[in-house]
């Protein structure tokens, strides 16, 4: 169990609770539908595996149990993942990357090796590999994004790698894949060089920014001499790490990755939001240096690369994006419980994205089961959790193009928390049929909030339907104790006439569909 303290932080919540009856907070939106934000980019809803605690061995795989096929794919964690729609899934790590070695993990599954997992601890089988991942991104219809060794690697087992998976002449890790099993290359489309090379404590052996970009001109040369066309993701870290990184490898660099985990103080209801908010400013820091040190197309390259640059500009790729409450259980204490707050701000994470749509270009969930998790295994049963909902909610119901929404919201001004707006709003477009989708989290965890919508021009879009998720408190949360009730209410009301303003219920994530009517 997480260390949310519900006793503690239910107490909290008491005080707020006693505010319900007032009447709603105000707020408007303004939409500008002329200069769209940006192409909001599917790989925005990826997810994250690693070989740590019960996240693939005892979460998505699980040789033998009667819940796995033959292969040991857990059916009922598969079921939950494809819920999801996970457009990308990255593999194997996370920091366990840095001790990673591929060729323990393929081959006939007796004769693997076996290796102390040095970074979090148990023995690695290596049962689940570089075969079994891609069947996994298969069944999920993802694309696959490995991260290399470098740690205890080098770069030519990085290429090999490359090789193996996506080799398609008559040479020797190419033919392994084939041994394998495996005719067709896996066309695996992006590699990240590096995980958090800027630790110090773990295996990392780079941690100067210098060395890591030394490094990662090596690393790349590997992998590109391999695939001309694999997109490469390099680490991130502080701003004076991304400015060096950008500046000397911007026209290779396809992404620079960022990692955001959040917590909040059990005590104070909403602490979490301004966390959450936070990324938003992130993003728009690593935005303006992408801009001042890279070129939108790089016009300059030596053909003696023997590859091509990047082909479009530089996205981020916010690669680990999760809530890490202190006090959970299993290894490393990463097996938490959510809470319908932590719904909310996962809810706010993709309105941010969407938002910052013109420099996002992907996003892993850190991680997909039992590890900071949106679904939860036992032997036995396997549960969504709360955060589980607004991740498949924004996948099903955002269109591909963001639209610039300037919001008027008051503030929660909930006692004992450093203040966040109580409204956050993010729109899209769906290109294919003009329609638009207004997404509100009312954060708020006892007002409703009324908004005025009367900026959206009513003789072009027509409303036609509210989605809307919420629980039954704002402290609820789903657990495997009772694996079959879920505190998360999903409904949908169909609309007809005028929408000139919406109440957002206390405590919602919801989208309001308008068809497009306009010419
Ligand atoms: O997601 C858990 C760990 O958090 C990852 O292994 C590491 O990259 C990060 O610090």
Redesign the pocket.
Known sequence: MSGLGLVAKGSAYAAVRSLTGQPPLDASIEIDFEHPEGTVDDGIYGQ?I?H?GRAINGGIFDEGSPLSDTAGIRQDVLQKVQGLQPSILRYP????TKIYHWMDGIGPRHERRSRPNLIWGGVEDNHFGTDEAIAYARLLKADAYFAVNMGSGTAEEAGNWVEYCNGTQDTYYANLRRKNGHADPFKVKYWGIG??EAAGPDIGRLQDVKEFVKEAWLYTKAIKLQDREAKLILCGADDAWNDYVLKEMGPVCDYISM?H?VSSDKQKPASLFPQVDSMEQLILTLKGKIQTHTQEKVTDFSKWFRFPPRNNAVKISID?L?IWEPGGSGAYE?EEYYTWDHALGTATFYNIMIRQSAVVGMATW??TVN??APIMTSKTASICQTIYYPMQFYRQHAGNVSLKTAVNTPNLQVPGSKDAKALDIAVTRHDSDGSLVVFGVNRHPALAVKTDLRSIDAKKYKPVAVFELNATAIDAMNTLSHPDKNVVTSTEKKLSGALNDYTFPAHSITAIKYRYIGK
């Open positions: 994250f690693e740590l790590g996370g920091t366990f995980n958090e990692h985990y680990e999760g990463l850190a991680q590890v900071l």
